[in-house]
């Protein structure tokens, strides 16, 4: 089993913490710790073996499910001996908890980041929704959304693989429902605005976008994933006149 150290080490929420966007979930260890948690750093051709196992491993998941996923056939997967891969990862625990981080790392490049250089509000929500979109027409993971796709499997298995990935897809409703706070605040949104029933229908939206792309290759799910977030907002929207008006009202 990994160590607490190793499955604290969150690198997706910490990049929230120096973001803003982890107020109130508690301290969280720098994005720096390695997967490794205080274990003595491995050679880089080993790391390079790791990390080339783990890359394989998140995909592999993606289509055939954490629990089909056996040591065995990633070691063939990845031309390796089922002893050389105990080399790095000891039990299928420990494969599992490091193939959530390696996907988490994958999300926060891929969707999380762009999502930081937008401007707050609804600009920045159509922005973190649209890379997502783009992650899954990138086919980054072959099954779609990794965390949708562990998620479905591990709802009902508690343990510690459960519990990061609850954690992953907390900060990323998370994320979502800001983006709708701070567009209240700057006048984009109605105030009066059930931003959880919001952030609802908009999740809801990206895993149908999801699930269908995925299982018909489809591209004009996405376009309806994109289509279905633009009409939630067009429904909640601020009228430009009351915008103006508001804004006049603030001017001193």
């Known amino acids: 089993m990994a160590d607490k150290t190793t499955v604290r080490a969150f690198i997706y929420f910490d990049y929230y913490d120096r973001s803003c966007y982890c107020q109130g979930m508690g301290n969280i260890s720098s994005s720096k710790t390695s997967l490794e948690g205080k274990k003595p750093r491995k050679s880089l051709k080993g ?5 080339t196992i783990l890359l394989t491993a998140t995909r592999l998941a993606t289509i055939k499910g954490l629990s089909s996923l056996s040591l065995g056939y990633l070691a063939a997967e990845v031309e390796m001996s089922k002893s050389g891969l105990y080399a790095h990862f000891k039990d299928k625990e420990e494969l599992e908890l490091a193939m959530i981080e390696m996907a988490a790392v994958i999300f926060d490049r891929e969707v999380l980041q762009p ?10 929500l159509r922005v973190v929704t649209d890379a997502y ?30 519990d990061r ?17 701070e567009a209240q605040e700057i006048g984009e949104i109605d105030s009066k605005t059930d ?7 908009i999740e809801a939206m990206l895993l149908a976008a ?17 289509k279905g977030m633009e009409n939630v907002l067009a429904r909640l929207s601020v009228g430009t006149e009351l915008r103006k008006k508001r804004s006049i009202r603030r001017t001193p």
């Open 195 to 201: 931003v959880d029933q919001a952030v609802f229908e």
């Open 165 to 181: 990935v609850f954690q992953v897809i907390g900060g990323w409703l998370s994320l979502l429902r800001q983006c709708i706070l």
């Open 115 to 124: 999502a930081m250089n937008a401007h707050g509000g609804t600009e920045r």
């Open 133 to 162: 979109l783009s992650h899954l027409e990138h086919k980054v993971f072959p099954g779609g959304c990794f965390f949708a796709a562990v998620a479905a499997e591990l709802d009902t298995r508690p343990g510690l693989a459960r």
């Open 47 to 51: 790391q390079t073996s790791r990390e």
């Open 210 to 226: 999801n699930f269908l792309f995925v299982m018909t290759n489809d591209l004009i799910h996405l376009s309806q994933g994109r």
